[in-house]
């Protein structure tokens, strides 16, 4: 049977829904959920949570449940990852030019004479309690692809029983697919079929404005990344875990990260 199918622009990345017994109007609704959350959760736009939370002078203040559950998520990412994958990267972002979402990064300023530091732990900077959360002084939370991930993830369970969230390479796959035996999905270069699982790619080429600029930032240089791979794709029993262990192999790069993979993940591809 042919799934319903609606493609939309969001998170700065092309998004897909597909799904099988589910109207054109629930994958409206889907997507206009996902346009609602990026709205509350950029960083690029002042006035919003995610902003004004990173615009705190240091106290407690109030947040939202989503904002709460993705915090937490971006600790447990933190640990899942050994520290790898840093929310807290924000000041670092800024630094090397990305202060505008990459389809309006047309001339990036670097600030070349800043000089980083390594960052420090994450629950160092940041601390959660129910409905309310801080920050240290000076810096500033980035989600990236921890939240297409966590959205990923919730839309699915939203859709119904048997569908495919793909937010900009970031997805999950629910169910047994059209035919009975999962859901198509390239991956590496080739077809998969997943059910029940999530995947995602993480990438230092398509983010990238200068010959060592590009949007992932290693928390232990607080520079971007120096890698000898260029994607890592991962399969995992969720979206967000995939998009955990992925960035996390391509900053360790090959020999070290499959040897994490093989913990982890049933499968990945990595390119150099």
């Known amino acids: 049977m042919s799934p319903e199918r609606l493609e939309f622009e969001a998170l700065d990345a092309t998004c897909q829904l597909f799904a099988v017994d589910v109207d054109r109007q629930t994958l409206v609704e889907g997507a206009n959920w996902v346009l609602e959350l990026h709205r509350r959760l950029t960083r690029f736009d ?15 203040v109030r947040v939202s449940a989503t904002l709460e559950d993705l915090l937490r998520e971006s600790l447990y990412a933190y640990d899942l990852s050994h520290g790898l994958v840093h929310a807290g990267v924000l000041h670092a972002l800024l630094a090397a030019g990305y202060n505008k979402t990459f389809s309006e990064l047309s001339r990036p300023n670097p600030r070349a004479t800043i000089a980083l530091d390594p960052l420090p732990p994450l629950p160092d900077i940041l601390a959660v309690a129910p409905g309310a959360a801080k920050l240290r002084p000076g810096y500033g939370i980035d989600f990236g692809g921890i939240a297409k991930g966590w959205l990923a993830d919730r839309l699915a369970e939203r859709l119904g029983e048997n569908c495919v969230v793909n937010l900009g390479g970031d997805l999950y796959a629910r169910g047994i697919g059209p035919e009975g ?37 290693d928390p232990r240089t607080g520079r971007p990344a120096k890698s000898n791979l260029t994607e890592v794709s991962v ?38």
């Not at 002042?46 to 407690?60: I, M, T, Y």
């Not at 077809?191 to 590009?214: E, N, V, Y």
């Not at 998009?243 to 192999?249: G, L, M, S």
């Open 181 to 217: 035996e999962g859901w198509p999905i390239g991956f590496g270069g080739t077809t998969i079929f997943l059910r029940d699982q999530g995947a995602a790619t993480s990438g230092t080429d398509k983010r990238r404005w200068g010959p060592d600029l590009h949007h992932l930032v």
């Open 46 to 60: 002042p006035s919003s949570e995610l902003s004004e939370f990173n615009a705190s002078s240091g106290g407690w």
């Open 235 to 272: 399969i995992a029993a969720s979206g967000t875990n995939a998009e955990i262990y992925a960035k996390t192999a391509l900053l360790l790069g090959r020999q070290s990260a499959e040897f994490y993979l093989e913990q982890h993940s049933p499968g990945w591809w990595l390119s150099p």
